[in-house]
């Protein structure tokens, strides 16, 4: 009997994980951010869903996010990047993420794909970890690799010229990291990473071609 009562034990957590819907966790109304989290179905960390929109067209969300380089002045947790492999629509980034005392830095190698729906003209760009991947030989590992990481960026134009921005993220922080801890912080790098992101928008360097151009002839 005990086996059988072990058994619906285990069927009624499935369900329970499978039933979980997303939880909003932060919201900023003034810049219109909403974080929500859930529990990962077969880990103790959370995942997270962020989401807003912003007046800037698709094309200059798509070119801050193509800036692999300026990632650490935006991405959370993010310290450093190192491209080593690009090709069209595709890069293999290793990435190093810094942490507070007393845990040790992270690092990963990313694998990020972009995408674009024909007919909705909806943009996803897909990053997850790539386990042993060649680092070069000038990279001296003395980090917590992380090796179970994923996150989604899905970018929606919207008729008003603006852009709905929504980014997914789930995995594990690898070593040693209560779930207590990862998921009390989870949603607050989620919100700082979005609040960021509307920050590098507005930076001119990212403006379409044609929006530049037509700066520079009005200011003539």
């Given at each position: 009997?005990?086996?059988v ?7 009624m ?69 190192q ?17 507070p ?12 794909r ?5 007919k ?37 134009p ?42 590098m ?20």
């Amino acid at each position: 009997m005990s086996y059988v009562v072990f058994i619906l034990c285990l069927l009624m957590s499935v369900v329970t994980y499978a039933e979980s819907e997303w939880e909003l966790s932060k919201e900023d109304t003034q810049r219109n951010i909403q974080v929500y989290v859930r529990p990962q179905e077969t880990l103790p960390y959370h995942e997270f869903y962020a989401q807003t929109i912003v007046p800037q067209p698709i094309e200059t969300v798509i070119a801050v996010l193509a800036d692999i380089g300026a990632w650490p002045q935006w991405l959370a947790r993010i310290k450093k990047v190192q491209i080593l492999k690009k090709q069209e629509n595709q890069s293999w980034v290793y990435v190093i993420y810094k942490l507070p005392y007393p845990f040790v830095e992270r690092d990963t190698v990313l694998y990020a794909r972009l995408t674009k729906h024909p007919k909705t003209s909806i943009v996803t760009i897909q990053s997850n970890a790539v386990p042993n991947y060649p680092l070069p030989s000038d990279i001296v590992i003395k980090r917590v690799r992380l090796n179970n990481l994923s996150s989604t960026w899905r970018l929606t134009p919207l008729p008003t010229g603006g852009t709905k921005i929504e980014l997914t993220g789930r995995g594990e922080p690898g070593g040693f990291m209560p779930s207590l801890i990862f998921n009390y912080n989870l949603a607050d790098e989620a919100q700082q990473t979005v609040r960021l992101l509307r920050q590098m928008l507005i930076r001119p360097q990212y403006a379409p071609k044609s929006t530049e151009k037509a700066r520079n002839t009005h200011k003539k």
